[in-house]
């Protein structure tokens, strides 16, 4: 290569530079009716279908279309931290109130009454807290207190930063409860002995199905209803077998509008549109196909309903007075769960 | 250094013993310990190295050729694609700008706190990625330092390609700089001097003597730097906000399909990236190949 092509070819690879740093730029600011919605982790194929649906209801019926809604999956806990630390969501559809109320207790960016403007605690589905075994149940497990046996192997994520996980401990926080008669040292115990039957804590569900299902650690993968049945559809009915415990606490995902990025995007109607479609009977029969518990059981396909077992259902709010309560007791730092986890060396 | 090879308890053997083996030329060891080395080194290298390689493309194809187009033409994919390509489009020539900058002035010149500077070019290999994500946060973040200014001004960087391109710029900066320093010092600064003397201005002296000089450990630099700013996953995680289509790169793109559970188009997105690293080893090789000569005499200039 002579010299001067040589000089050339920096000169134009500097030019091609600029140029790029340009349009990105460009590209960055480019604007358009795109909502964003920040989910939790096994949301991820029930809001695919509800937001084709959305799409398709809301261009029909209005002049100011909507081009894509963006989503973003995580742990519910560390997307709400993202939100907190200036992610743009138009909506956040998250695993627990207590990450919500993070959200609006640290950034402002909604009111700290946001859970009462939507029915039925902004929660237009629910779920529980199920066991998914291998097939055939090799261990035995039939109730939370099949759980603490000397080598059973539990797969659940991490609550700090999960709120599958959160629900998943406080289920069985609540069996112990009513198991021991409310006997605080009996029921820490138990707590203690089932973490210490955790070999691995991941961050959000997603993670923690994986390891149980891809990478066939454990014998037990403590996990949401919805995110039991999805594993079973995807990999085979052959492999896991559901075990329904004989108390479990019903889990409410609530959905909330973050105003003041809506009001800075302009994207206010959309987005209070978009929450509210939740709850109509197109939605409800979406949600019941991808196993989560709709509030309107009528609007959906009865055999999707027929999946759902009976199971005795405490509340966050009858057993543990709400989450602006647990958080603190059992999740903050040095709470329960800080006190009872020993991570195995 | 052959007296240092030697088994310990030679030592105790009498000088007279000694003397024909200090004589053995290099390379006689017994044929026993060349096959075991070479295994050794071979079975490493396979195992490690290249098996799980060519298990990623195994898997890739495990489902078919039409399944493998469907994975990275789909829209998410080639958003990610084309956001990779941008990031390593905008980051790589800045630092190949200011690494050429930075190993000019540490090479060519004495300054005070030069070693400072040295140091401080090495500190992105020392630091943890996910660090290097979460400084930008600290600083830009709603919660950080600029965070309300840039509120108040409407500029997104975290969560935008912003912040994308300012983490890989960090991860990737030693890259270019590293290859450079040595290769200028040695060069030392006679040819600039001369060509300076025969009343060449600066820039011609930069394109013509200095530039040409070193070009080669330059196109390894950027080879480098590119190769790791299109697989950076740690600092661009913590930046990205995971937005679909939007922020998404390629190497959190692969992380995303594998937990949505379609391992296939998961490994399929992975060979790309593998590809690239292919390319880039074949391209260094094509290098030394090729123009061996010219980068054994410019090092030994």
Partial sequence: ???????????????????????????????????????????RELYREINAAFIADWNARNAKKITTI???HGGSGAQARTVIDGLNADVV????????????????????????RLPDNASPYTSTIVFLVRKGNPKAIKDWGDLVKPGVQIITPNPKTSGGARWNYLAAWA???KAFDKDDAKVRDYIGKLLANVPVLDTGARGATTTFTQRGTGDLLLAWENEAFLAKKEFGQDKFDIVVPSLSILAEPPVALVDANVDAKGTRAEAQAYLEFLYTPKAQA???????????????????????????????????????????????????????????? | MSEAALPRRDATVPAKAAKPRR????????????????????????????????????????????????????????????????VASIAVPFNVVVGVAAAWAIAKFEFRGKNLLISLIDLPFSVSPVISGLVYVLLFGAQG???????????????????????????????????LIPHMQSLGSTDEEAALTLGASPWRVFFSITL??????????????????????????????????????????????????MSAAAFAVASLLAGLTLVTLALKSLLEWRYGDAIAAARHH
């Fill in chain 1, 175 to 177: 069996y112990a409860e």
């Fill in chain 2, 23 to 86: 004589a053995r030329p290099i390379g006689s060891e017994s044929r026993l310990v060349q096959i075991l080395l070479i295994a050794v080194s071979l079975g490493f290298l396979l195992l490690f190295l290249l098996l799980p390689l060519i298990s990623v493309f195994v898997e890739a194809g495990a489902r078919g050729w039409s399944a493998y187009r469907a994975a990275i033409t789909e829209p998410d994919a080639v958003a990610a694609i084309r956001l990779t390509l941008l």
């Fill in chain 1, 1 to 43: 290569m002579s010299r001067p092509s040589f000089r050339r070819l920096v000169q134009s690879g500097l030019v091609l530079g600029a140029f790029s740093l340009c349009f990105g730029i460009v590209a960055g600011a480019r604007a358009q009716t795109e909502l964003l919605n920040v989910s939790y982790d096994p949301t």
């Fill in chain 1, 286 to 345: 979406i949600i019941a196909r991808n196993f989560y518990r709709p509030r309107n059981p009528e609007a959906a396909d009865p055999k999707d309903i027929a999946n759902f077992p009976k199971v005795d259902l405490v509340t966050i709010d009858g057993a543990f007075g709400g989450w602006a309560k647990a958080q603190p007791t059992h999740f903050g730092d040095g709470g329960t769960f800080d006190q009872l986890y020993k991570p195995a060396r």
């Fill in chain 1, 93 to 116: 559809t998250l695993a627990l109130a207590g990450d919500i109320d993070a959200i609006a207790q640290r950034s402002r960016k909604l009111p700290l009454d946001w859970q009462k």
């Fill in chain 2, 145 to 179: 330092y600029l965070g309300p200014f840039l509120k108040a001004n409407g500029i997104e960087i975290i969560f935008a390609l912003p912040g994308l391109v300012l983490a890989t710029v960090f991860v990737t900066f030693p890259f270019v700089a590293r290859e």
């Fill in chain 1, 70 to 72: 963006r989503q973003s």
């Fill in chain 2, 212 to 261: 040409p000089n070193v070009k080669w450990s330059l196109f390894y630099g950027v080879l480098l730097c590119n190769a790791r700013a299109m697989g950076e996953f740690g600092a661009v995680a913590v930046v990205s906000g995971r937005i679909r289509g939007l922020t998404n790169t390629m190497p959190l793109h692969v992380e995303i399909l594998y937990n949505e559970y």
